[in-house]
Each structure stands twice: as C-alpha cells, then as structure tokens.
C-alpha cells in the first residue's frame, strides 16, 4: 500500500516541485508572481518550504501556470497505487469546513486528478475559472451540495452526479446542517501539463 505525505512532507514535495518547475520554464519568482497574483515573497517561502500553501493559493499557482491543481503534490508515479484514503493529508482553507484530499493527483502522465472533498455545514468554497477545456465530474455520497456555476446554481442530492465546464467562475455549498462528501475528478483541457 503506497504511504501518503503528512503535512509536512507534502510542504516540501510543494517547494521541491514548484521551484523545479519554475526552473524548468525558465521563470524567476518575479514571473511567477506576475502570472498567478500570489506575492514574490509568499512564493519564497513555499520553495523554501517555510509555510505551507493554503487551497486557494494553490489553485491561483496552479491556474496561472497553467498546471493541474495537484501536480504540485507528485512524485514519480508507480505501476499500482493503493490508496488509504484515511492516510492522506487534506489541504483546507484555513478553518472553513472545507477539506480536500488529493487521492490522485495529477502530473506529467495524467490530464486529470480524482480528489475526495469533505464540506461541514454552512461551508462555501469559490473557485476561479479554470483553463478552458476544463471539466469538473462531482459524484456526492452524502448530503446534499450547491453548486453555481456561472449564473445557475444547482442542487445535487445524494447519490446524483453534475458534471459542467470549468474554464467559468464555480463555487459548492453546503447549506444543510449535516457534512457533505464528494467525489471530484477534474479533467483539464491542458495539451500538455509542463
């Protein structure tokens, strides 16, 4: 069974990849500051593994550089994964109620990522307009979300699914007095990730 990061080590696989890629693409933290609106500074101390980066910094790193939200959280990828999703660090926004567990991220190999989310009541969580091509797969197991997407929300009872493009402004709500859990699988329209 594969063992998954802690906190920790997730903040530095985080340092460790996003300063590779940033080399890679041959950008200064300048560059990087500019294409995602996260600060030069605050880009400092997440390659230097000195904090780790809230959900919402994440996906503004990642659209701007126009990655899967959680190739930043890879390692080199095996033959077979087994996954114990009680083993894997959720990422938050702060202490919101929303909790996001990267199962399976994506990466150099893989277009897409299936995450496990977790929403206390009274819990919204907004997201960006992703790249375009981008598709959102949300399967609920309990409770019910609200999802908006553009102009239209929608309500998803248990056991249903919603799928929508997410390359437009989207956020989830739960607005009932019980947890919701969700499955997301997030298809990116990116031709290729790095």
């Known amino acids: 069974m ?4 802690s ?6 696989m985080i340092a460790v990849n996003l300063k590779q890629l940033r080399r890679a693409k041959g950008f200064t933290l300048d560059d990087v500051a500019e ?9 400092g101390q997440i390659e230097r593994g000195e904090c780790g980066p809230s959900v919402a910094t994440l996906w503004k790193i990642c659209t701007g550089l126009r990655i899967p939200f959680t190739s ?13 999703n009680k083993e894997t660090e959720p ?19 893989r277009q897409f990522e299936i995450l496990y989310i977790e ?36 309500s998803v009872p248990e056991g249903h699914s919603i799928h929508y493009k997410a390359d437009q402004p989207h956020s989830y709500a739960n607005n009932g007095d019980n947890m919701v859990r969700t499955c997301m699988v997030i298809k990116y329209g990116y031709t290729n990730s790095f």
């Open 72 to 84: 930043l959280m890879t390692e080199e990828s095996r033959t077979v994964d087994i996954v114990d």
């Open 119 to 154: 929403m206390d009541a009274d819990t919204i969580s907004s997201s960006s307009p992703h790249e375009k091509g981008t598709e959102e797969f949300v399967m609920v197991y309990e409770g019910v979300l609200e999802v908006c997407v553009g102009d239209k929300t929608y």
């Open 2 to 5: 594969m063992s998954r990061p």
């Open 91 to 109: 990422l938050t926004n702060e202490k919101d109620g929303f909790r996001l567990y990267p199962i399976f991220p994506a990466g150099l190999e």
């Open 35 to 43: 294409a995602t609106g996260v600060s030069k500074s605050m880009l």
């Open 7 to 12: 906190a920790e080590d997730l903040n530095q």
